[in-house]
C-alpha cells in the first residue's frame, strides 16, 4: 500500500473530525480503534491550559515538549525519525506556532506518521506520554492524571468509597490487615488485626501490589467479594464472603482533650467532610470543657480550599479577610472574607506545621499568624502557594492546571521558587534544608529581600517565598534514636513484634486493658525482657552496634550505631510499638493518642507555649486599630 493510499482516507475523516472539535458538533463518524478520542484528548489538554493558566503559555514550546513526548518511549528504537514529523530536533528555527488550531495540526501530523510507521505502537499510552511531557514546561503541581488514579482522588476527596474496610499493608508480599475500619463491614464478619489475606475470588492474593489491592477489594456499593485468611495460631484458612459497603474517609485522625482545658484536633488533608468532621470534634472538645486548643497541620498537604477557609473562619469575626487569589485571567481573582463570626473566636489558639504542611494548611497558619490570631509552631511549611483547578478529559482521565497564586491577609505570596522542568529538585528541596529547624529558618530569612517582608496586624514582621515561618520553632528528633526508629519502621519490624506478642497474649492482653484505654495510655510499659528481644529483632535485621562508629549511619541495607545507641533510644521504638499495640485494639484514632504520649516532643514542647499565646493576644488586642491594610498584591 502507497503512502499516500493509506493517508488520504484517514486525512480526510480527520480533518472533518478536527472542524467538528473546533466548531463544537458531535462528529457523526466514529473511527474503528482510539485515533479519534486520543487527538480530541490532546486537544482538550491545549485548550485547558491554554484558557486557565495562571502565565501566558508559549504554544511552540508546548508543541515542541508534545512531540518530545510522543516519541521517548517508543518500542521501536530504531524507527527513523529525522525529517520527518517526529523530528524532535527542530531544525526549523524560525518555527512559531501562532495558535491551538496550528499547533494540533502538527501534532496530528506527528501522530498520522506514527501510526503508518509504527503499527505495534500502543497510540493510547504515546499520547500520554505527550501530554505528560507538555506538563514539564509547567509549574510542579499542574499535572496530567491517569483514569484510575483520578478515581482514586476523587474518592479520597469526597471522603468515601465503597469497599470492604480494612487498613492494610503489604508485608513479605502477603495483604495483611493492619485494623478493620470501625462499623465497615469486615469489622463485622470478624475479620482481625494480623489476618493475612491470601486469596480474593479464588486467586492468590501473594504479590499483589498496593494498588492492585485497592482496585480489587475497592467496587461498587452491595457488590460482593470473597476472600481467603490465613489467621495467626489457626491451622485452617478462613473464607469470608464480604458485601462491599461505604467507607468513610476520615480527615480528622483524632481528637481529645491533652488535659483539663486543652482540646487537641489533628487534621490529614483538606476534603469535602473536614469542615462537618471539625466542628463535630470541636463541640465535642467543647464538651469536656475545652478552653483552648491544638489545631495540628503537620504532614497535611492540603486540598480543597474551600474548607481550608471553612475552617479558618470558625476563628474570626465577621469581615476578616482569610485568603485572596490573583490570575492573569479576571475570573479567578478573588478575595475571601469570614462571612459571619466564628464559633470558636475567643479560645486560645496554637497551629502546629511542618515541612509536610501544604496548601490549604498554609492558608490557615498563614491567615492565623497575619491577624496574630494564634501562635504558629514547628518547622518552615511546604511552600505551595498555587491553585489548582481539575479539569476531565474525553477518557475519563484528568488534568490539574494551576490557575492562580494565593495571598495571605498580609500580601504573602508562600509559593517557593521553582525552575520549569525541573520537578524533582523542586521536591527534594525539604532535603536540602538544614536538619536543624532553627538554622534553616534563620538562613531563609538572611536571603529574604525587603520586597518579600511583611507585617501582621500588630505589626510583626513575617516573610513570603518560601512557607510559613513559625512564630516558635522546634527542632525535630534527629539523633541516633530517630536512626533506630526509622529503620524499625522501615523493615516493619515493631508491626511484626507487635503482632507476635497479640498472638500469644492477645486474649489476655485484651482482658487486661480492653476498657480500660486511659490507663493503657498512661500505665503501660513493655517489660524489660520484652525490650530485649525486640534488640534482638533489630539486630536479627541488619542493625550493627560497632564500637567505631559515632553517628548512625547506613550502608546498604544494614544501620551502623554506637554500641549505646539502642538504651539511649529504646523510649523511641518501645513508644511506637505501643502506639501500634492500641491501633490494633481501640483503632486508629486511639493510635494517635498514645504515639503523640509517648513520642511527639514537638507537642510536649509546645504545651509549655501558652504564656506565649497569651502575649500575642495581647499585642493583638494593642494594636492600633487606625493601622493600613497591607498591600494585597506586589
Known amino acids: 500500500m502507497s503512502f499516500k493510499k493509506f493517508f488520504m482516507p484517514n486525512l480526510v475523516v480527520l480533518f472533518l473530525l478536527s472542524t467538528f472539535w473546533f466548531a463544537g458538533i458531535d462528529?457523526?463518524?466514529?473511527p474503528e480503534d482510539n485515533h479519534r478520542k486520543n487527538l480530541k484528548k490532546y486537544l482538550q489538554v491545549q485548550r485547558k491550559i491554554v484558557d486557565n493558566y495562571v502565565k501566558p503559555v508559549?504554544?511552540?514550546?508546548?508543541?515542541?515538549?508534545?512531540?518530545?513526548?510522543?516519541?521517548?518511549?517508543?518500542?521501536?528504537?530504531?524507527?527513523?525519525?529525522?525529517?520527518?514529523?517526529?523530528d524532535t530536533t527542530f531544525q526549523d528555527t524560525s518555527l512559531k506556532i501562532a495558535d491551538i488550531r496550528e499547533a494540533y495540526t502538527k501534532f496530528e501530523d506527528a501522530y498520522l506518521y506514527l501510526a503508518n510507521k509504527g503499527p505495534k505502537e500502543n497510540l493510547t499510552k504515546r499520547t500520554e506520554d505527550a501530554i505528560q511531557n507538555i506538563f514539564t514546561d509547567l509549574d510542579p503541581h499542574s499535572v496530567y492524571i491517569e483514569p484510575k488514579e483520578g478515581e482514586r482522588i476523587e474518592a479520597e476527596f469526597e471522603g468515601k468509597f465503597s469497599g470492604i474496610g480494612i487498613q492494610f499493608d503489604i508485608i513479605k508480599d502477603t495483604i495483611t490487615v493492619v485494623t478493620p475500619i470501625a462499623g465497615g463491614p469486615s469489622e463485622k464478619l470478624g475479620i482481625q488485626s494480623g489476618d493475612k489475606i491470601v486469596k480474593i475470588d479464588d486467586s492468590t492474593a501473594v504479590g499483589y501490589s498496593q494498588d492492585k489491592v485497592i482496585s480489587t477489594l475497592r467496587g461498587p456499593k452491595g457488590s460482593e467479594v470473597d476472600v481467603t485468611v490465613k489467621r495467626p495460631k489457626t491451622k485452617e484458612l478462613l473464607s469470608f464472603t464480604i458485601t462491599r459497603d461505604e467507607i468513610p474517609l476520615h480527615t480528622v485522625d483524632t481528637s481529645y482533650m491533652i488535659d483539663d482545658s486543652t482540646g487537641y484536633i489533628k487534621i490529614n488533608r483538606f476534603a469535602g467532610t473536614t469542615h462537618d468532621e471539625f466542628m463535630k470534634a470541636m463541640e465535642e472538645l467543647k464538651n469536656k470543657n475545652m478552653d483552648q486548643l491544638i489545631l495540628d497541620l503537620r504532614h497535611n498537604p492540603g486540598g480543597y480550599l474551600s474548607q481550608a477557609i471553612a475552617i479558618a473562619e470558625e476563628f474570626f469575626e465577621k469581615g476578616t479577610k482569610i485568603v485572596s487569589t490573583k490570575s492573569r485571567h479576571p475570573r479567578f481573582n478573588s478575595v475571601y472574607y469570614s462571612r459571619r463570626d466564628g464559633a470558636y473566636i475567643d479560645h486560645p489558639l496554637m497551629v502546629l506545621v511542618n515541612e509536610g504542611s501544604a496548601s490549604a494548611s498554609e492558608i490557615v497558619s498563614g491567615a492565623?499568624?497575619?491577624?496574630?490570631?494564634?501562635?504558629?509552631?514547628?518547622?518552615?511549611?511546604?511552600?505551595?502557594?498555587?491553585?489548582?483547578?481539575q479539569y476531565p478529559l474525553v477518557d475519563s482521565s484528568k488534568i490539574r492546571v494551576t490557575i492562580s497564586r494565593y495571598y495571605t491577609p498580609a500580601g504573602r505570596l508562600i509559593q517557593k521558587p521553582y525552575q520549569n522542568k525541573d520537578r524533582k529538585e523542586y521536591a527534594y528541596e525539604l532535603y536540602k534544608r538544614e536538619d536543624n529547624a532553627a538554622v534553616d529558618?534563620?538562613?531563609?530569612?538572611?536571603?529574604?529581600?525587603?520586597?518579600?517582608?511583611?507585617?501582621?496586624?500588630?505589626?510583626?514582621t513575617v516573610y513570603g517565598g518560601g512557607g510559613i515561618i513559625p512564630d516558635h520553632v522546634i527542632q525535630r528528633d534527629t539523633t541516633q534514636s530517630a536512626a533506630i526508629y526509622n529503620f524499625m519502621r522501615r523493615k516493619r519490624l515493631g508491626f511484626d513484634f507487635v503482632q507476635d506478642f497479640l498472638n500469644e497474649n492477645g486474649d489476655q492482653f485484651k482482658e487486661k486493658w480492653k476498657g480500660e484505654f486511659d490507663k493503657f495510655v498512661n500505665e503501660f510499659a513493655w517489660e524489660d525482657e520484652q525490650a530485649a528481644d525486640f534488640r534482638q529483632l533489630l539486630l536479627k535485621n541488619g542493625m550493627v552496634e560497632a564500637d567505631t562508629v559515632d553517628t548512625a549511619r547506613y550502608k546498604s541495607d544494614t544501620l551502623y550505631v554506637a554500641p549505646d545507641a539502642w538504651e539511649k533510644s529504646r523510649w523511641m521504638s518501645l513508644g511506637y510499638m505501643k502506639a501500634d499495640l492500641a491501633r490494633q485494639i481501640w483503632g486508629l484514632e486511639k493510635y494517635y493518642q498514645v504515639y503523640n504520649h509517648e513520642l511527639d516532643r514537638t507537642l510536649d514542647k509546645a504545651m509549655r507555649l501558652w504564656d506565649e499565646v497569651e502575649k500575642l493576644?495581647?499585642?493583638?488586642?494593642?494594636?492600633?486599630?487606625?493601622?493600613?491594610e497591607s498591600?494585597?498584591?506586589n
Open 27 to 30: 462528529p457523526v463518524v466514529e
Open 441 to 460: 529558618v534563620r538562613e531563609f530569612i538572611d536571603q529574604v529581600p525587603d520586597s518579600l517582608k511583611y507585617k501582621t496586624d500588630a505589626g510583626r
Open 631 to 633: 498591600k494585597a498584591y
Open 368 to 389: 492565623v499568624q497575619d491577624h496574630d490570631r494564634g501562635l504558629i509552631v514547628g518547622q518552615r511549611t511546604f511552600g505551595k502557594g498555587l491553585v489548582q483547578q
Open 58 to 86: 508559549n504554544l511552540t514550546d508546548i508543541y515542541k515538549s508534545s512531540i518530545k513526548g510522543l516519541v521517548k518511549n517508543l518500542s521501536d528504537t530504531t524507527m527513523q525519525l529525522k525529517g520527518t514529523p517526529l
Open 617 to 628: 493576644h495581647k499585642l493583638a488586642l494593642n494594636q492600633d486599630s487606625t493601622q493600613p
